[in-house]
């Protein structure tokens, strides 16, 4: 029985200091090494170019705001470290095009509003960064570092909007149609429309103060979806930019019932308008009869 437990003894303790010299050895085990940093002064050597117009353009300004270090830093903060790419230059051991990863480390506040904003995109994982976007390694066709105009950047993807913008009646700037940011908000403040302003048409009334109101008797459908209840928001054939070809076509939409005296075979009855000129809202009569 002794003999038992010595042997149980001196297996218990080969196995310990086996444990402990594996443990020493591991301690001394050489750690793989970071990669290396050479900084932004290292890459111009041989894109200075690049580096150039990347330090006169927005990005480079205001990296330079922050700090110098952030300066210095602002190649591998998009291309990964350089260290290896410095003493082998070739297309393999760099990040040639920097991921969506790189982007949101600065520009944090966008992810988070895309996703809740954008669950179009977010499921997709389209578009990145840089389908809409340039680097900064060259003046961008638009601002902010945007590839090309916003209808251009957008109708990528939304064709049918784009398409719509050239209809003969759509909200222009002179003779040229608002770009897509006059209205939206590319990056999604919120998730009706992903507008620039909360509330059913806040965003058209920043235009049409006029039908603002408010009103002392209000025509429902404003506070229901708000002014694309009845008109068209990109481009129509209608020259008020309604849903329907016509105002007494528009009003049918809601007012499916009219009363007896409501001929609307008669042309008089043809254009609710005529009587209800308050379409938006009246403080004077219910029936919207005027403004």
Do not use: W
């Amino acid at each position: 029985m002794a003999r038992g437990r010595f042997s149980i003894a001196a297996v218990t303790l080969g196995l310990a200091l086996g444990g402990l010299s594996l443990g020493l050895l591991g301690a001394d085990a050489p750690k793989a090494k970071a990669p290396a940093l050479v900084g932004e002064e290292t890459c111009a050597t041989c894109h200075e170019d690049q580096a150039k117009a990347f330090l006169a353009g927005p990005h480079g300004i205001k990296m330079a705001a922050r700090s110098k270090t952030m300066v210095a830093e602002s190649c591998e903060r998009c291309h990964g470290p350089g260290g290896a790419h410095a003493d082998d230059p070739n297309k393999t051991n760099i990040v040639r095009f920097p991921k969506d990863e790189a982007c949101l480390s600065c520009h944090n506040s966008a992810a988070g509003l895309m996703a809740i904003s954008l669950p179009g995109h977010a499921r997709t994982q389209f578009p990145k960064c840089l389908d809409c976007h340039v680097p900064g390694h060259a003046p961008a066709p638009a601002k902010p570092l945007l590839a090309d105009q916003p209808a251009v950047v957008c109708g990528k993807c939304h064709g049918d909007v784009l398409m719509s913008m050239k209809l003969p009646y759509t909200h222009r700037k002179g003779n040229e149609p608002f770009q897509c940011t006059a209205c939206h908000t590319a990056h999604g403040d919120n998730r009706t429309g992903r507008m620039r302003q909360m509330g059913p048409g806040a965003v058209c009334l920043t235009c049409h103060t006029e039908m603002s109101g408010p009103y002392v008797f209000p025509h429902p459908p404003r506070a229901i979806d708000g002014c694309v209840q009845c008109h068209t928001a990109h481009g129509t054939l209608n020259p008020m930019m309604l849903n329907r070809p016509s105002v007494a076509q528009q009003c049918l939409e809601c007012h499916t019932t009219v009363t007896s005296r409501h001929d609307i075979t008669k042309p008089m009855y043809q254009n609710c308008q005529n009587c209800h000129i308050g379409i938006h809202g009246s403080n004077h009569n219910r029936f919207l009869l005027d403004e």
